[in-house]
T-cell receptor, first 113, second 112 residues
């Protein structure tokens, strides 16, 4: 079955450490996205990518980095520069940026300890 | 992209229709209305979208007013599993961003 997979589901990180969240899709979608969700809030866009080797900053890109070396993969690194990294992170994909029928992964809950 | 306004929360009795309103009074002619829902601690799930005409699929119906300033998502026979946060989003395919912007949505509680 086609879908989008995020791993791990839960992640704990010590302050000052970088951590990378995985996102893989087998839907042959060109566009991929990373969102952050805080308790009781909507989703905020971190980064998005329309095509391999290209990505753009979203609304809250500071303290995060991404890469898009393969169409299927769009990993997100939460760096030590991110001041408040504890959150629920969601990855999504769509056939192209201009199509709103996003498919979401099940999310990674990151906790800084 | 147009801003959307939704009630913070709603209740619905199991088996009854759930009607979730959304106001998008500043929507432009090329903006679609999308609906997603998010069950606690899961990724959002696409429900339905439309431009002008009413739409129906196996999950829900979408009624868009003639002036397109508001819409209603209808779950015809709500079940306990429909308890979730429902997001109404206006998406401009031609916009510079063209990305979905999620607000706080409506928390729907379906009660036995």
């Amino acid at each position: 079955d086609g879908g989008i997979t995020q791993s791990p589901k839960y992640l704990f990180r010590k302050e000052g450490q970088n951590v990378t969240l995985s996102c893989e899709q087998n839907l042959n979608h060109d566009a991929m996205y990373w969102y952050r969700q805080d308790p009781g809030q909507g989703l905020r866009l971190i980064y998005y990518s329309q095509i391999v080797n290209d990505f753009q900053k979203g609304d809250i890109a500071e303290g995060y980095s991404v890469s898009r070396e393969k169409k299927e993969s769009f990993p997100l690194t939460v760096t030590s520069a991110q001041k408040n990294p504890t959150a629920f992170y969601l990855c999504a994909s769509s056939p192209s940026r201009r199509q709103g029928g996003y498919t979401f992964g099940s999310g990674t809950r990151l906790t800084v300890v | 992209d147009a801003k959307t306004t939704q009630p913070t929360s709603m209740d619905c009795a199991e088996g009854r229709a759930a009607n979730l309103p959304c106001n998008h009074s500043t929507i432009s002619g090329n903006e679609y209305v999308y609906w997603y829902r998010q069950i606690h601690s899961q990724g959002p799930q696409y429900i339905i979208h439309g431009l002008k005409n009413n739409e129906t699929n196996e999950m829900a119906s979408l009624i868009i007013t003639e002036d397109r300033k508001s819409s209603t998502l209808i779950l015809p026979h709500a079940t306990l599993r429909d308890t979730a946060v429902y997001y109404c989003i206006a998406l401009n395919y031609g916009g510079s961003q063209g990305n979905l912007i999620f607000g706080k949505g409506t928390k729907l509680s379906v009660k036995p």
